[in-house]
């Protein structure tokens, strides 16, 4: 019912910033919470962030909280996340995601549409 597509993944060196966006399309009049995660390699996936439908609640990992933040702009069907004060342990596959369940869901089973992934290295 919706597809999402994230982009803005890149290298940056430890201290740096990175901005991802998260494209969706198709029932996008239909409203969701909005979720990214990340997994790297060898690892499990990690939930990092999470908006309510409205964008008014949101929800940090403690691995990432103070710097990054998660924004929507539904009106564009997208959402962000701004990392900020990059660590080379923040390097991952990030994945956007949707999920009918109210508030911010934090687990992986909670999301019931997923991007492709956008690749965020960073290096020491």
């Known amino acids: 019912q919706v597809q999402l597509v994230e982009s803005g993944g890149g290298l940056v060196q430890a201290g740096g910033s990175l901005r991802l966006s998260c494209a969706a399309s198709?029932?996008?009049?239909?409203?969701?919470?909005m979720g990214w995660f990340r997994q790297a390699p060898g690892k499990e996936r990690e939930f990092v962030a999470a908006?309510?439908?409205?964008?008014?609640?949101?929800y940090y990992a403690d691995s990432v909280k103070g710097r990054f933040t998660i924004s929507r702009d539904n009106p564009k069907n997208t959402v962000y996340l701004q990392m900020d004060s990059l660590k080379p342990e923040d390097t991952a596959v990030y994945y956007c995601?949707?999920?009918?369940?109210?508030?911010?869901?934090?687990?992986?089973?909670?999301?019931?549409?997923w991007g492709q992934g956008t690749q965020v290295t960073v290096s020491s």
């Open positions: 995601a949707a999920s009918v369940i109210l508030g911010t869901p934090l687990r992986y089973y909670e999301y019931n549409y």
């Open positions: 198709g029932r996008t009049n239909i409203r969701y919470a």
């Open positions: 908006i309510s439908r409205a964008g008014g609640t949101t």
